[in-house]
């Protein structure tokens, strides 16, 4: 092991300076310093404890022309600030899925509750359907609490009946935790769509004059569905 001792005073040292660094700026003084001492090193390099790589990657911090500090900085604060967006973006996509599910649920719960599990599946599907449909909203919650001019009442009305109620029935939660499980298997693609392009349906006790224009698809517990 090679041991390099200096011992000096500070005007004693700087007479030892050359002429050209005695003017130069401290840090500029230190990295000529250290490259005068790093090339003389490196001729016995075999004789230190280590291999080289090291001293040539010192060597090359402390040697480089370029400072490549700020370019580092910049890269570490981009990857930071890019996490923090991907973050909140992610966030915000969450909550309007949340959103999404629960307008959904909602739809499925008020409008068929009492009805067999194909027949909420079946609601769920004509909701869905409604949003692909250029004729309606473009996000369940829209399609939900749609509203449309009524001539014979002279009034908008709701698309769903029950978003016109001002006092709602209360939650039954065996009830809504299906109504839920249902909307997300709709909106998440895991149940196959049962009805060919259904947007309409009503309830099997009463006949609306638009039925006769439409064509039915389906009969399901209370409901007959048309496209």
Same mark, same amino acid.
């Given at each position: ?149 009524? $001539? ?5 009305? @709701? +698309? ?7 006092? !709602? =029935?209360?939650?039954?939660? &065996? ?14 693609? $895991? ?5 060919? @392009? +259904? ?7 009463? !006949? =609306?004059?638009?039925?006769? &224009? ?14």
């Amino acid at each position: 092991m090679i041991v390099l001792v200096l011992h000096h005073t500070d005007s004693h040292f700087h007479d030892l300076l050359p002429i050209q660094l005695r003017s130069a700026g401290y840090t500029r003084v230190m990295r000529t310093i250290f490259r005068h001492t790093v090339y003389k090193l490196h001729g016995l390099r075999y004789a230190l404890p280590f291999d080289g790589w090291w001293l040539s990657l010192k060597s090359w911090w402390f040697t480089r022309d370029t400072d490549y500090f700020p370019v580092f900085l910049l890269a570490g604060l981009a990857l930071i600030i890019s996490a923090i967006s991907f973050a909140i973006v992610r966030s915000m996509e969450t909550e309007v899925d949340n959103r999404q599910l629960t307008c959904l649920a909602l739809n499925i719960y008020h409008e068929a509750r009492g009805e067999p599990k194909a027949g909420q599946y079946a609601v769920a599907e004509v909701t869905l359907n409604r949003v692909a449909s250029p004729r309606y909203p473009n996000t369940i919650c829209e399609v939900v609490y749609q509203k449309n001019w009524d $001539r014979i009442r002279r009034r908008y009305v @709701g +698309a769903f009946s029950w978003t016109e109620f001002d006092v !709602k =029935p209360a939650i039954k939660k &065996k009830e809504w935790y299906r109504a839920i499980a249902i909307a997300e298997d709709i909106y998440h693609q $895991r149940q196959e769509p049962e009805l060919d @392009g +259904a947007l309409f349906y009503h309830a099997r006790s009463i !006949k =609306p004059s638009w039925a006769r &224009k439409k064509k039915p698809v389906a009969r399901i517990g209370q409901h007959i569905f048309y496209r």
